[in-house]
């Protein structure tokens, strides 16, 4: 059974940064693209970014590109996001997910719980 | 920039069969976006319903269908039920690596 778990969520003042993490297993990780979705308390989902399976490929939304980094570490098994220059409007659950295949034009098929970032002084 | 239009709202009566479309503000949906489906309920992460057009997730009953229909990606829920209430998303493929969802359809099943 896939499985994955988000953890590093919180609050955290404009201008600062933080790393999400997710805790993959039930599947060949690095077989597999992975993305970061979010959404806005109250609002729709919005794909934020995107990784190949290899980890070499990396991909993002224009409203976050220059200020996110995704990664991944194969042999933890493990997806990251870190988040600098936070902002109000990144203020959002952070949804990880798997997609159905190793290539970027392949969608998602499982999704995480999410975590919580709040951006507030 | 391209928007991912959908209804942002509809309604179904218990038993009958909606159809929920997923365009775009300029030009026609075609496999090429490999479109994508979820079904989202207060507080519960999303979960995925069709993708690559027509493929049904695993576990995914087959009252759940998706498709082309003329300029648009297209849901179809045969058969609707009180827990199909959600709200439902897609999602298109734009090309290097990019996606984007629309912006959500909120059924009511009354």
């Known amino acids: 059974e896939v499985q994955l778990l988000e953890s590093g969520g919180g609050l955290v003042q404009p201008g600062g940064s933080l790393r999400l993490s997710c805790a993959a297993s039930?599947?060949?990780?690095?077989?597999?693209?992975m993305r970061w979705v979010r959404q806005a308390p109250g609002k729709g989902l919005e794909w934020v970014s995107g990784i190949s399976g290899s980890g070499t490929s990396t991909y993002y939304a224009d409203s976050v590109k220059g200020r996110f980094t995704i990664s991944r570490d194969n042999s933890k098994n493990t997806l990251y996001l870190q988040m600098n220059s936070l902002r109000a409007e990144d203020t959002a659950v952070y949804y990880c997910?798997?997609?159905?295949?190793?290539?970027?034009?392949?969608?998602?098929?499982?999704w995480g719980q999410g975590t919580l970032v709040t951006v507030s002084s | 920039q391209t928007v991912v239009t959908q209804e942002p709202s509809f309604s179904v009566s218990p038993g009958g069969t909606v159809t929920l479309t997923c365009g775009l503000s300029?030009?026609?949906?075609?496999?090429?976006?490999?479109p994508s489906w979820f079904q989202q309920t207060p507080g519960q992460a999303p979960r995925t319903l069709i993708y690559?057009?027509?493929t049904r997730s695993s576990g995914v009953p087959d009252r759940f269908s998706g498709s082309i229909l003329g300029n648009k990606a297209a849901l179809t829920i045969t058969g609707a039920q009180a827990d199909d209430e959600s709200d439902y998303y897609c999602v298109l493929y734009m090309g290097s690596g990019i996606w984007v969802f629309g912006g959500g359809t909120k059924l009511t099943v009354l």
């Open positions: 039930g599947f060949t990780f690095d077989s597999y693209a």
């Open positions: 300029s030009g026609s949906v075609s496999t090429t976006y490999y």
């Open positions: 690559s057009t027509d």
């Open positions: 997910a798997k997609a159905y295949s190793a290539g970027a034009a392949r969608s998602i098929d499982s």
